[in-house]
Each structure stands twice: as C-alpha cells, then as structure tokens.
C-alpha cells in the first residue's frame, strides 16, 4: 500500500480547523446508518448520497439502470428530556428545572430517492433528497432556581431549532490517474444540487412548552451548491475516502431578519477490507455548529460489516461525537441480497432503548 494511504488522510486532516455550519450532514444512506455512519470509503451499495464517488466503486455495476429509495427516523432523548419536562411541568420546583438543564433533545430524520445509470465511461445519479434536524433545550434563567411557586412564574424558555431541507441533485462520478505520490487510479464524483428549506427558531416559556419534533415554520429559502468526493482502493486491501458536502454554504432566512449559513461539511474515511469483511471508520473534519444554543458536534464513527456467502450481510457499528453533545450511539443491520434487489435494515440505540430505524430498497435492472 506505500505511504500513500498515510498521505492521503494527513492531507485531509490537514484541512480540519474550522467550523461547519447545522449539525454534521446527516447520513441517509442505511449501509452507512448501521455501521455506526461510517460510509465515506465503504458505502458501495447506494446512491453516493454519503460520497459521491462511490457510485463508481458500486457492487451493483452489472446493471445498467437502478433506483435506490431510503428512509430513516432518529431521535436523541438526552437524560429523557421529555419525561423531565412533563414532571416539571406537573410539580414545578427548582430541582425539577434544575434536572432539565443537563437534557436536551433531538430528532432526525431522511429520506432520498434516486436513479442510477451506469456505462463504461462514467456514472450518473439523478436524486431528490428530503431531510429534517430538529434540536430542543432548556434556556436557564438563573434566578429561577431560587423559585418555588407555580410554573407560570418561571422565566426560563425552551428553545426549538432546526432545520428542514430538500435537495434535488445531479451526481457524475468517474476515474483518473494521478500522479501525485503514485497514487495511480483514483474514482471522483461531483454533485451539483438546488437547496429548498426552511431554518426555524422558536422560544416557549417553560410552564407551557410543547416538544413534539420538527417544524416548517419560518421563510423558505433556496441555493445552489455542490459535492466533491474521492476514493483511493489499494486492491482488496483498502480504501480510503475524503468527501466535501455544500462546499459553497447556503444561506438560509430567519423569521427575526437574520441568517443562517448551512455549510459546509467535510469528513474523511479509510476501510480496511478482508475476506469476508470490512472495517471502516469516519471522522468529520469541521466541527458543526448547529442553529440555537446547541454546542458543536464532530462525529467519529466505526462500524463493520461481514458478508454470509454474498446474500447476507450483517453489521455493526459505533458513533462517538468528540464534542461531547450528542450521546454515544450503537447500531446493527442487515442486508439481504439478490442479483438485481437488495432490502437493507438498520436499527440505532443508546441506552438500551431503540430510538432509530432505517430501511433501504435498490433495484436494478
């Protein structure tokens, strides 16, 4: 494998000082999903949605055409967030609000569909992607604490941020040589996408808060911008990976006349594939800082797939935000495979409770 392998992740590493902007990019893709979001160099059977250049790596190359639809729901209920909050608001107390400021929760959800064309030159994807975050907290007002009546004497807000998105893109991926440190046959792809969505910031007194997930409120804005992905395989070896998401950021309008900058994202990737295996292990480059009083994220994740006689295919995987915002997270999928359909699971959990499912169909012909 040389030192490229070294090479090519120090010069990505090298680029990750800085701040992204809303959450990491959220991973549609369920092969990623259940190998703990872990998909940069690895997620070959989809439609690049995590990396556009490995559509032209796809395990499915022998057809010609073929649609790939995905959904998947999560949600974080940090330190049951919600249970804190309707107990607060039964009996309210100091300590009962006091409980509420080390909780928070989240919701996610996506949901993506694609087509696929294949020919010797190239690989064209034509998708359309919709997808949600949503993030709720406690805004403290520290002369609360020393409270004791009824709730409506409370200061203290719930603050609801988010984001809701959808994209429409076209993704073109293909192969060169590069000469630079021999690293010979490299795949690319290039994404360029319009982006429809709404960025939405609420405050609710604390007494009458109500979270129940996502919101369209607030002034629909668009933009367009890009993807840029490659991918190295050194053989059977491995594979390594590095992906630019909306590369040039858009804006998006808030009810109260300001902004908010999506974009853009950056994370890198390297596999290590065997026999009947694959371990691979993602990191985002940029720390994100979502809309509202959420602190940054910056996830690594690790994930492991192994394939049962090439019908079945189980994984596993971990997901780890260096920040210290979002809780660990554990998955496991399956897919299920036939020469032209592959259905492919995934669940996700913390906590020893479910709190994420996703599901993804490809056909092929």
Avoid: C
């Amino acid at each position: 494998m040389n030192n490229t392998l070294s090479l090519l992740i120090a010069a990505s590493l090298a680029a990750a000082t800085g701040t992204a902007h809303a959450l990491s990019s959220p991973v549609i893709d369920t092969e990623a999903l259940a190998m703990g979001g872990a998909g940069v160099s690895n997620a070959m059977d989809n439609l690049g949605s995590i990396n556009p250049a490995l559509v032209g790596a796809a395990s499915r190359v022998d057809s010609e055409f073929y649609m790939t639809p995905t959904l998947h729901y999560i949600d974080y209920n940090i330190n049951d967030f919600s249970g804190e909050l309707q107990r607060f608001q039964d009996a309210p107390s100091a300590q009962a609000l006091s409980s509420l400021d080390d909780s928070g929760i989240f919701y996610n959800w996506g949901a993506t569909f694609g087509i696929i064309l294949h020919s010797h030159l190239a690989t064209s994807t034509i998708f359309l992607s919709s997808y949600s975050q949503s993030y709720s907290k406690l805004r403290l007002v520290n002369s609360d604490l020393g409270l004791s009546g009824s709730a409506s004497e409370y200061d203290s807000v719930i603050e609801t941020a988010g984001l809701s998105i959808v994209e429409a893109g076209v993704s073109y991926t293909s192969s060169t040589s590069w000469r630079f440190a021999n690293l010979g046959d490299v795949k690319w792809g290039l994404t360029g996408k319009m982006l429809t969505g709404v960025a939405h910031q609420s405050e609710q007194p604390v007494a009458s808060a109500s979270v129940n997930g996502f919101s369209s409120d607030g002034k629909t804005s668009q933009g367009i911008t890009f993807d840029v992905g490659l991918l190295k395989e050194w053989g059977r070896d491995w594979a390594a990976g590095v992906v630019f998401k909306n590369i040039y950021p858009v804006s998006f309008s808030l009810d109260d006349g300001d902004s908010y900058r999506y974009g853009p994202h950056a994370r890198v990737g390297i596999t290590r594939i065997g026999y009947r295996h694959r371990i691979a292990l993602d990191l985002d480059l940029l720390k994100s800082r979502p809309l509202g009083i959420y602190d940054s994220t910056q996830m690594l994740a690790l994930g492991i797939d192994y394939d049962i006689g090439g019908y079945l295919k189980l994984r596993a995987g971990f997901s780890y935000d260096i920040q210290g915002t979002l809780p660990d997270t554990y998955s496991a999928g399956v897919s299920i495979n036939s020469q032209y359909f592959q259905i492919s699971l995934a669940l996700i959990a913390r906590d020893s409770a479910i709190n994420g499912l996703g599901i993804q169909t490809t056909i092929g012909f």
